[in-house]
C-alpha cells in the first residue's frame, strides 16, 4: 500500500483544490490510499464533501513567519502514519513539507499551480530554493508556462520539472435544466451567447471582455453575454455595463457553486485573463465540446489549439478579442469543427484518468529511487 498526503493551504473553492479533490476521486488503484493535510483553516466545502466520504482530513493553523511548530506537528503526523508520499501542492506547502519529511523515509513530490509573478526577494528564493530541491523527489507544474516561470523566477531546473496537465471529469448537463434556466435569465430561443465564469477580479480582465462585447454586438444578431462568477468588481462592472448602455445585454448572475449547466447554455465560452495556470473552467468547456476564444496568457494557449478547438487573441487586446467574437458568431462550420476537436483534444490530455495515470507513475517512481 503507497500512503499519499497531500499537503495543501485548505479544502476550499478553487483549482489547486480541483486536482486533489480530482485526484482524490479519480483514484481507483486499490494499492494507494490518499489522505489531506490543511496547514491554514476553515476546512472548506469541498474538504466537508471529501471528509464525508471517508477521506482522512487533518487541518491546522499556520502561524505568521516561519511556523516551526507546524514542521514539527506535521513530521510526527508523517511518521506516526507511515506516510510514504507527501505531494505538496503550492510554494509554501513545498516549504513546509519539505523541511518536515527532511531525513525521514517520506518523499516529496512538489506541484506548481500557478506562480507566474515571483516574490520580491529573490535573494531568498537563490538560496532556499535549490535545499527545497535537494528534500524533494519530484516537481511537476500544471502548464509549460508554469514551468518556465519556476524556471525563470523560482532558479530550478528544467530538467528537474515535468508537465502534468490538470485532469477532470467531463461535466454532464441536462437538457431539462438548461430549458428552465434558459427561461429563468429572460433568454430568447435564437439568442447567441457568449459566457464567462471566474471571479470578478482584475486578474480575469472582465472588463476589457465587456468593452470588447459592446463593440462586436453591434454587428452580431441577438447577441447575449453571461458573466458567472461574484468578486470584488461586481459592482464597477456594473456600472461599466449601465454606461455602455448594455443591461439587457449582459446578465450577471453571481457565484453559482455548480455552473455546469450555465457553462452548457453558452454557445461560446470566453477566458479574457492577464494571467492563468491551467484553467479548470475552460477544461469543463471543453469537455462538452464548448467553441472557446482565450487570451494568450499562461497555459491558455496549450489547452486551446488556434483555430483547431478555439481561437487565441493576444493578452489584453480589445480589438483582436472583438474581431474574434464576430467571426465565430459568423461561422456555424467553424464552431462545429471547434466543438468536435475540443471534446477529442480533452479526453487525450485532460481527462482525470490521464491525470492520475501520470502521478501514479511518478508516485511508484520516486518510490522505487
Known amino acids: 500500500m503507497i500512503k499519499v498526503l497531500h499537503l495543501t493551504y485548505d479544502m476550499r473553492i478553487g483549482g489547486t483544490e480541483m486536482v486533489i479533490k480530482n485526484?482524490?476521486?479519480?483514484?481507483?488503484?486499490?494499492?494507494?490510499?490518499?489522505?489531506?493535510?490543511?496547514?491554514?483553516?476553515?476546512?472548506?466545502?469541498?474538504?466537508?464533501?471529501?471528509?464525508?466520504?471517508?477521506?482522512?482530513?487533518?487541518?491546522?493553523?499556520r502561524q505568521p513567519q516561519l511556523d516551526f511548530k507546524l514542521i514539527r506537528k506535521l513530521r510526527k503526523h508523517l511518521k506516526k502514519n507511515e506516510i510514504d508520499i507527501l505531494h505538496c501542492h503550492q510554494y509554501t506547502p513545498w516549504v513546509y513539507g519539505a523541511l518536515a519529511a527532511a531525513f525521514t523515509n517520506t518523499k516529496v513530490i512538489f506541484t506548481e499551480h500557478g506562480r507566474f509573478y515571483p516574490d520580491s526577494s529573490s535573494w531568498k528564493r537563490k538560496l532556499i530554493n535549490p535545499v527545497l530541491k535537494l528534500l524533494t523527489s519530484a516537481i511537476t507544474a500544471i502548464s509549460k508556462a508554469t514551468?518556465?516561470?519556476?524556471?525563470?523566477?523560482?532558479?530550478?531546473?528544467?530538467?528537474?520539472?515535468?508537465?502534468?496537465?490538470?485532469?477532470?471529469?467531463?461535466?454532464?448537463?441536462?437538457?431539462?435544466?438548461?430549458?428552465?434556466?434558459?427561461?429563468?435569465?429572460?433568454?430568447?430561443?435564437d439568442s447567441f451567447i457568449f459566457g464567462t465564469i471566474a471571479r470578478l477580479d482584475p486578474i480575469k480582465n472582465q472588463s476589457m471582455l465587456i468593452n470588447a462585447f459592446?463593440?462586436?454586438?453591434?454587428?452580431?444578431?441577438?447577441?447575449?453575454?453571461?458573466?458567472?462568477?461574484?468578486?470584488?468588481?461586481?459592482?464597477?462592472?456594473?456600472?461599466?455595463?449601465?454606461?455602455?448602455?448594455?443591461?439587457?445585454?449582459?446578465?450577471?448572475?453571481?457565484?453559482?457553486?455548480?455552473p455546469?449547466?450555465?457553462?452548457?447554455?453558452?454557445?461560446?465560452?470566453?477566458?479574457?485573463?492577464?494571467?492563468?495556470?491551467t484553467s479548470m473552467t475552460l477544461l469543463e468547456a471543453?469537455?462538452?465540446?464548448?467553441?472557446?476564444i482565450v487570451t494568450d496568457a499562461g497555459g491558455n494557449p496549450e489547452i486551446i489549439k488556434h483555430r483547431e478547438t478555439g481561437l487565441v487573441t493576444a493578452n489584453d487586446n480589445q480589438k483582436q478579442l472583438k474581431e474574434a467574437l464576430v467571426e465565430i458568431s459568423e461561422s456555424e462550420q467553424m464552431r462545429a469543427s471547434f466543438s468536435e476537436n475540443a471534446i477529442a483534444r480533452f479526453h487525450e490530455l485532460f481527462h482525470v484518468n490521464k491525470m492520475m495515470a501520470q502521478y501514479s507513475i511518478i508516485y511508484k517512481k520516486v518510490l522505487d529511487n
Open 214 to 258: 459592446a463593440d462586436a454586438e453591434k454587428h452580431i444578431n441577438n447577441a447575449y453575454l453571461l458573466i458567472v462568477g461574484d468578486g470584488e468588481l461586481m459592482t464597477s462592472l456594473n456600472q461599466q455595463v449601465a454606461r455602455l448602455g448594455l443591461q439587457n445585454k449582459v446578465i450577471f448572475t453571481g457565484y453559482k457553486p455548480s
Open 147 to 189: 514551468k518556465d516561470a519556476l524556471v525563470a523566477f523560482e532558479y530550478l531546473k528544467n530538467t528537474d520539472i515535468n508537465v502534468v496537465y490538470n485532469g477532470i471529469e467531463p461535466l454532464e448537463p441536462t437538457d431539462k435544466q438548461l430549458k428552465a434556466l434558459r427561461i429563468s435569465l429572460n433568454l430568447p430561443t
Open 260 to 277: 455546469a449547466n450555465y457553462l452548457a447554455l453558452m454557445d461560446v465560452f470566453l477566458l479574457p485573463s492577464l494571467s492563468e495556470g
Open 23 to 61: 485526484l482524490i476521486k479519480g483514484n481507483t488503484s486499490p494499492s494507494i490510499e490518499m489522505s489531506i493535510y490543511c496547514i491554514e483553516s476553515p476546512l472548506g466545502p469541498w474538504g466537508k464533501e471529501l471528509e464525508a466520504s471517508g477521506i482522512k482530513i487533518t487541518t491546522d493553523e
Open 286 to 292: 471543453m469537455s462538452i465540446g464548448k467553441p472557446c
